[in-house]
């Protein structure tokens, strides 16, 4: 079964510096990965996905992703912040149905609770 | 314009009491998925319709149970709710499998 870890479970960062947030996963093959941002009470938006090809993604808002599959890697990266980007965010791993027919659902990692300082 | 909508968005019912969520697309989905998101915790996958075809996750309790009427709508039961079940409920889509996953803004249950 594949699995997700996002090591870091605050991060603080102050208002125009740089982020990276980062996304470990373990998955047999190459995996469908995606970033998805939480504000509070809210449901989850999708930054950005990664199915094939270029390694680096363009996402919403900014910001980007790096796939590196030597590292089992996927890390989120924004170069200066602003203080709308305080949120959770999550790291996601999805995989190809086995049966041809069906779906499955995403395994998140446990989240990054981002913390903009003015 | 939204796409993936959830109602109510907050629910309170009464322990033991069954409680039903909706969540409706306008996106013509094949794929509706449930997820449970407690606090301060990752969401869970706890079942799946593609199209008709219900697929449930092995450690999804009994106590829930999934309806999906037709392509546009599907409904998430609370048999009998427990104290633990208070958690945000997010309702999904996707195209097809493989594809992306949209999700609606959730409904936050509370169990008294």
């Known amino acids: 079964a594949q699995s997700v870890t996002q090591p870091d479970i605050h991060i603080t960062v102050s208002e125009g510096a740089s982020l990276e947030l980062r996304c470990n996963y373990s998955?047999?093959?190459?995996?469908?990965l995606f970033w998805y941002v939480q504000s509070p009470g809210q449901g989850l938006q999708l930054l950005l996905k990664?199915?094939?090809?270029?390694?680096l993604v363009q996402g919403i808002k900014g910001f980007e992703a790096e796939f590196k599959r030597s590292q089992s890697s996927f890390n989120l990266r924004k170069p200066s912040v602003h203080w709308s980007d305080a949120a959770e965010y999550f790291c996601?791993?999805?995989?190809?149905?086995?049966?041809?027919?069906?779906?499955?659902?995403?395994?998140f990692g446990k989240g990054t609770h981002l913390i903009i300082q003015p | 314009d939204a796409m993936v909508i959830q109602n109510p968005r907050y629910q309170v019912t009464q322990f033991g009491k069954p409680v039903t969520l909706s969540c409706s697309q306008t996106?013509?989905?094949?794929?509706m998925y449930w997820y449970q998101q407690k606090s301060s915790q990752a969401p869970k996958l706890l079942f799946h319709?593609?199209?008709?075809?219900?697929?449930n996750e092995a450690d999804t309790p009994d106590n829930f149970q999934s309806r999906r009427p037709n392509t546009s709508f599907c409904f998430l039961d609370i048999r009998s709710p427990g104290l633990g079940d208070a958690a945000m409920y997010l309702c999904?889509?996707?195209?097809?499998?493989?594809?992306?996953?949209?999700f609606g803004p959730g409904t936050r249950l509370t169990v008294l």
């Open positions: 999904a889509t996707s195209r097809d499998m493989e594809d992306t996953q949209y």
């Open positions: 998955y047999g093959a190459t995996p469908y």
């Open positions: 990664y199915f094939s090809g270029d390694t």
């Open positions: 996601a791993v999805g995989t190809p149905s086995y049966s041809g027919g069906g779906a499955d659902g995403l395994t």
């Open positions: 996106l013509n989905h094949n794929v």
């Open positions: 319709y593609y199209d008709k075809d219900f697929n």
